[in-house]
Structures are given as C-alpha cells and as structure tokens.
C-alpha cells in the first residue's frame, strides 16, 4: 500500500507524519521502527499519525524509533496542529489535539504564506509527586535528590509533563550524554524508564539542555523536555514563574512559561518534505 507521508520538525526533532483522518495504518509501532532508520529508510525520532477525535479537533499518537508510543510529544503536537490546519481539518487561530496526555490547546502564528509558523501550546500542569513521574522516590516533590546512578551521585530534580523527565543541572558538553543516558533511562529508580536532560543556566531565566530520550537516544530537541527543565529551574532557584524562559536545544529555542495553573511552550513548526512510501 502507498502512502503519502509528511516530514516535519520541530526545532530539528524530527517525525514522519501520516494523515490518518479518514484512513489508518496498520502496526505504527513497527513502521516507526521501520521508517525511522536514517541510513536505509526516510529517517526520524519515531512516527507521528493525525487521527480523528470524538473530544477534540483531533488526535494525535507518537511512537519512538525504538517502536514503543509515547504519551506526549511537545515539539511533535505543534507540527500536528499544523498539519490539521494546512490540510484544513480545522480552521482559525488555534484547535485541540487529543493525546494519552489529555487533551491540549493550541494557539496558532502564521507565515507570510498564510501557513501555520510556529504555536504556543497550553501543556497543563505540571505533575511533581515522586510516584506520579512515576519514581520510586517518594514525595510531592523530588527537588535537588541525591541519587546514585551509573556509580556516581547526581541532583536530580522530577517533572512530568505527560512524559516524565528527570533534570540535572550539569554541564552538557561536559557530560557523555551518549554513556551516561541510558544509564538514567533504565535505572530501577524509574519502572516506565525516564527522559533525561543535562543542562547549563546560562544567566536567569536562561538554559541550555541536551537531551536523552527513553526509547530514542540522544535527539536535538524535546518540547516536554524543556518544559520539565523550566519547571525544575524555577523549583531550584534558577528562573521564574509567570516569567518567559528561553531554553535553547540543539535544534533552536523555545519560551517556556510556567504558571501556578500551567506551563505553555512557544516554537516553531515546520514541514521540511513530503513524500509517498510503500507500507
């Protein structure tokens, strides 16, 4: 069967896309596995299918290159209110995307093209308990914990933003993110695994994050991610609340804002290609 498909990115994380409204694809999750390879297929972090919803303007469901669904994806749900409105399932300055996250809203910032941009997305509030990461650390809140992972001691700081996410304030270039990731993302310490992001505070309300993605590795962005380092700065002192806060990615910028109601993320969305594939 040949289908269309969408390459699209946000911030240089990068998904294949699939327009699932009116017809779906069989097993995404070894298509993911599949597509995603960068040597010998079209190359991703995982595949991203736009899906109707009976709550919603639609639905969005992501899985990783490793073939495993996540729960939310931050960059990938901007690139998927852009497609709905490029392709016309929805129509205005904003919608809502169904996710295992609950359902999110979006607001929508336009090109000269008339095309969608970028979007500023209502991501909802943040969940900080230890066993709702979930952890096996507990406490309404795992800020600054010692823990032992990989033989050495780390501050680590617990956020979930949908997808959970463990922060360490640690020098990212100076860090081998490619040896010491998989050690957080497997620790017993998390039984569903965990994102892992390393990051600099470059001045306040400022960061710079490199990031290590259970089921994906190393990828050049990550929108839950850097919603989960505002977070953890503002709870450690670093940033503030009601205050926007650029964290820079390999792949480019995003402003976050955290509040006492929600965190909202700002940033671009971009189609880089389309093509069609034999599924």
């Known amino acids: 069967m040949l289908r269309k498909f969408y390459k699209m990115h946000g911030i240089g994380n990068d998904y294949i896309y699939f327009d699932c409204m009116s017809e779906d694809v069989p097993d995404p999750g070894a298509l993911s596995v599949r597509l995603s390879d960068r040597h010998f297929s079209i190359g991703g972090d995982g595949v991203i299918l736009l899906r109707p919803s009976a709550v919603a303007d639609c639905r969005m469901s992501m899985f990783n290159a490793d073939g495993s669904e996540g729960k939310m994806c931050g960059n990938g749900i901007r690139c998927v209110g852009k497609l709905a409105r490029d392709l016309g399932y929805v129509k205005g300055s904003g919608c809502t995307i169904e996710t295992l996250s609950g359902i999110k809203k979006l607001e929508f910032f336009f090109g000269a093209d008339g095309k969608v941009s970028s979007a500023k997305v209502d991501m909802g509030p943040a969940i900080l308990g230890g066993a709702d990461i979930p952890s096996a650390i507990e406490g309404e809140r795992v800020v600054a914990y010692p823990a032992v992972i990989g033989g050495r001691e780390w501050d680590i700081t617990l956020v979930s933003m949908g997808n959970p996410h463990c922060v360490v304030f640690a020098d990212p270039e100076k860090t081998d993110i490619e040896r010491i990731g998989p050690l957080f993302e497997n620790s017993p310490l998390f039984p569903e695994r965990i994102n892992t992001e390393f990051v600099r505070v470059?001045?306040?309300?400022?960061?710079?994050?490199?990031?290590?993605?259970?089921?994906?590795?190393?990828?050049?962005?990550?929108?839950?991610?850097?919603?989960?380092?505002?977070?953890?700065?503002?709870?450690?002192?670093?940033?503030?609340?009601?205050?926007?806060?650029?964290v820079h990615l390999r792949g480019g910028d995003l402003e976050i804002t955290y509040t006492k109601d929600a965190v909202f993320m700002t940033g671009g969305a971009t189609l880089v290609f389309t093509g069609e594939i034999e599924i």
Do not use: F, Q
């Open 202 to 246: 470059m001045r306040r309300n400022e960061l710079k994050m490199r990031v290590w993605e259970r089921g994906s590795g190393e990828t050049w962005a990550c929108g839950t991610g850097a919603c989960a380092v505002a977070v953890a700065a503002v709870l450690n002192g670093y940033a503030d609340m009601d205050t926007p806060i650029t």
